[in-house]
């Protein structure tokens, strides 16, 4: 016997598997709440993905918006982690499973065929499912251990989720059906020990346990409970800040007395002291910071509003450049729709809850509009562009 046969021979096989938690039942309904989970993040992530898309998305209201499909979407994808272990545990054994016929055989081929297809499709949903845990997790963290770039990369791993799992739920409907429908498994089990309906509680509550510890960076009375959330310390005017203007490279130099705002439209461009931005009318917003990370926080913002900018300029509903004084990253330079440049509600917020904003903040002044991904609310702004 050569060395693969004997390994072939001695591997496990699906009937040593004995545990009697293990059923149709608890799958099926395991995997209902997982189906269901995955595809709020897919519905909750592409919303997101639309959001920080160049002219994507055109919706101001509600105000709100983005935080609770942000907030649900890292929630629910949280909530994922527990249900998506049980489910595995509870089928891990078929992956030992033997083979529907021997490629020898002629009259076995489609059989054997069609167990492949789907062992290919369930390999791509968990590698798939694993890949989108983990990549948003680390996204959450801030840690980037890989050179791709995370938003692209996750919304189109998503799509391959989505693909898979309507495969994979199409070829098992009949047992999917059959599972969800048989109660009197669930009361059964090992002889001394928990029984199935144990099982499936405890799988709920650390489900439960996992999306509380995590929901804190969006819901403030469970802050405290929020050990998971990327960012629930909380800030000046209780925002907490994500990067710091040391970390972005912007200088107390870069915004002294020196600092203009300049708002160009074409060639004509008017350029504006910290002064002449608070000598304008003044407006006080109550919005949301909402990260893509999961974490947001309302704050009281008052400033000037861009659409007075823009008729500074004399020029209508555009959608404009906004450039900020961090040289480099990905958030230096955004673009603002018409929708949210002619808001009454998106400003060019010069202090939060009554005080100058930070220098963490975005002092001198920065976007705040809403229903935006925290990402486009730009911090440090130096100049706004119209760019059609
Ligand atoms: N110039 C600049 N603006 C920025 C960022 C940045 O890195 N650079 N981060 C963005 C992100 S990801 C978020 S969530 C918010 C956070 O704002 P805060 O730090 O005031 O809470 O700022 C946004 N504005
Ligand atoms: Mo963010």
């Given at each position: 016997m050569s060395l693969i046969d004997t390994l072939l021979a001695r591997?496990?096989?699906?009937?040593?598997?004995?545990?009697?938690?293990r059923s149709l039942a608890v799958t099926a309904r395991v995997g209902r709440i997982l189906g269901i989970l995955i595809v709020l993040t897919f519905v909750t992530g592409w919303i997101s993905h639309v959001s920080q898309e160049p002219g994507g998305w055109f919706f101001t209201r509600p105000t709100w918006g983005y935080r609770l499909t942000q907030g649900l979407h890292v929630i629910a994808g949280t909530a994922t982690v527990p249900l998506l272990l049980v489910k595995l545990w509870s089928v891990y054994p078929r992956l030992f499973q033997a083979s529907a016929g021997s490629p020898r055989d002629r009259s076995a081929w489609s059989a054997l065929a069609r167990q492949t297809a789907e062992r290919l499709a369930v390999a791509a949903l968990v590698a798939a499912t694993i890949f989108q845990l983990v990549s948003g997790a680390l996204n959450s963290a801030q840690w980037y251990p890989w050179a791709f770039s995370f938003r692209s990369t996750h919304y189109a791993v998503a799509w391959i989720v989505i693909g898979a799992l309507a495969l994979h739920i199409g070829l098992r409907w009949g047992q999917i059906r059959e599972g969800l429908r048989d109660r009197r498994a669930l009361d059964d089990g090992p002889p001394e020990g928990p029984t199935r309906r144990t099982l499936l509680r405890s799988t709920w509550v650390a489900s439960g346990l996992a999306a509380v510890a995590v929901a804190g960076g969006t819901i403030s009375p469970l802050r405290s409970l929020?050990?998971?959330s990327s960012r629930s310390g909380t800030g000046p005017g209780g925002v907490p800040i994500n990067r710091t203007a040391a970390a972005a490279g912007v200088t107390e130099a870069a915004t002294g007395?020196?600092?203009?705002?300049?708002?160009a439209a074409g060639d004509r461009e008017v350029s504006l002291s910290l002064a002449d931005l608070r000598g304008l009318?003044?407006?006080t917003e109550r919005l949301p910071i909402a990260c893509v990370e999961g974490w947001s926080a309302m704050g009281t913002w008052?400033?000037?509003?861009v659409a007075d900018l823009l008729s500074l300029l004399e020029v209508g509903p555009s959608d404009l450049r906004v450039t900020?004084?961090?040289?480099?990253?990905?958030?230096s330079v955004t673009e603002l729709p018409s929708a949210f440049a002619a808001d009454p509600l998106t400003l060019l917020a010069l202090d939060l809850d009554g005080e100058a904003l930070s220098l963490d903040h975005g002092y001198p002044c920065r976007i705040i509009a809403p229903n935006r991904p925290g990402v486009l609310q730009t911090?440090?702004?130096q100049r706004l562009e119209v760019i059609g």
């Open positions: 591997r496990p096989r699906e009937e040593q598997f004995t545990s009697r938690l929020a050990v998971f007395s020196a600092f203009r705002l300049v708002l009318p003044q407006h008052t400033g000037v509003r900020s004084l961090q040289q480099r990253g990905a958030f911090k440090w702004v």
